[in-house]
């Protein structure tokens, strides 16, 4: 579980986005391309966090916080687990950015939204 959080220089932290990898599926989800993690040596792995739009502060701070769980919103691997992040690699962290500047879109105003409720849905667990 990767999660990318926005830090005020208050110490208020504002979750931007996060991203689920299951580290056995880092090639793939096929049943030929799982593979357990190999114990004591660095491992590149590489995924995407969930798209979303979010303007950073200039006083704000960027934080990536990696963690092998997430309950229970990520169902808990069912052995103990110890997970080392290595910071050797300059671009461990590669973000897009819009530059700055008019709006990509000329007259954003114009463009037809259409909504759509597709049910009201409500928040729930079932163990």
Not at 27 to 50: A, C, F, Y
Not at 88 to 96: D, F, G, T
Not at 108 to 120: E, I, M, T, W
Request: include cysteine.
């Amino acid at each position: 579980m990767a999660r990318l959080s926005d830090v005020s220089p208050s110490g208020k932290s504002t979750l931007i986005t996060r991203g689920v990898l299951n580290l056995s599926h880092r090639h793939g989800h096929k049943l030929d391309e799982l593979s357990h993690m190999p114990i004591g040596e660095n491992t590149r792995v590489t995924w995407q966090l969930n798209a979303c739009a979010y303007t950073l502060r200039a006083s704000h701070t960027l934080v990536l916080s990696v963690t092998p769980n997430y309950w229970p919103m990520v169902w808990p691997s069912p052995e103990p687990v110890e997970l080392s992040v290595s910071f050797a690699e300059s671009n461990l962290l590669k973000l897009p950015v819009l530059p700055e500047g008019p709006t990509p879109v000329e007259n954003a105003a114009s463009c037809p939204v259409k909504d759509y409720l597709l049910d009201a849905g409500a928040p729930s667990r079932t163990i």
